[in-house]
């Protein structure tokens, strides 16, 4: 498929140390040839702080590990941006096999807990509760989250030597809850907290990403709950900074895509972020091409596989281990070719 944009990205999981050499292999001899110039990589807590080793999670990289990434990513002219999850996402239910990654999930009784929160349990908006909202977000009224967020954000982008990190800040549906917090409405206090990590970014001369659903409204849009907010967190977008860049992604198969436009009237710059369905991604980017106001930086394809797995389907033809991944691996073959 033609990508008008310029930037051609993807989101890739920090590879678990074992495949490493598959994922820089196939950034090397599968993204880059295709044209690839933006990886985006979550990374969330899977790195080895020096600063904070009490938040290591899973098969976390090493230093030499990033700048083995890093060096690929250079060589061939592709801008490596590590990510984490700033306000939810802090617990899950993993893939399986386990590569490390953490879903929300609704059916579950319990879910297991990310690095940050079994570090700081007080960091953790449903402290005291046993109640399971599909995942745990941090508290946004904790100063002490916030510093400790901010030096994790310092080390990682230096690890990187990044200009841009994303703060993911997705599917956040248990914002507000403790005493603290319930004195603001949820857009106040999401849009506080991203405007003050974004002020902390700038301040160190980079750029903040994050993605587009809690600022979007499912009873203005066609979204589902997760695709947009039926909470008042909508309300986030008439406050945050309109330098923050938007990854507005969309997973199910629609006649429109209104937030398209939305962004665009209200003065944000956005990536264009699919997932596995083809007649989605097909859909999702001819709708934004009709709708660019010039306001769209590119595609960001999402993928939510381990990185190890994809490489290692994309590149040996293997079967994918988790149950997205021959779809996901299929939708990027036929859809970015060389
Ligand atoms: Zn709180």
Known sequence: MKIPWKTKGIVLTAPLSEGIDDVIKFIDEYLAPRGFNLIVMQVRYRYRFKRHPEVWGYDPLSLEGVKRLLNVCRKNNIKLVPKMNLIGHQSGFPNEPTDGILHGHNQVLSDIPDALLRAYPSFDEQRGTNEILYSRSICLSSIAAKIVVCELIDELMDAFEADEIHIGCDEVFNAGLCPECSKKTRAELISSWINSLNDHVKNRGGATLIWGDRLLSTKETCYNRWEASDDGSEGAINMLS?????????????????????????????????????????????????????????????????????????????????????????????????
């Open 242 to 338: 309109k330098d923050i860049t938007v990854c507005d992604w969309h997973y199910d198969k629609y006649e429109k895509y209104p937030s398209v436009d939305i962004f665009a009237n209200k003065g944000f710059r956005i990536m264009v972020s699919p997932w596995r369905d083809k007649g989605n991604l097909e859909a999702f980017i001819n709708y934004a091409i009709e709708h660019d106001k010039g306001h769209i930086n590119g595609v960001l394809m999402t993928t939510w596989c381990g990185s190890v797995d994809l490489a290692r389907r994309l590149l040996y033809g293997e079967r994918g281990k988790w149950l997205h991944t021959e779809q996901i691996a299929d939708t990027i073959d036929k859809t970015f070719t060389r």
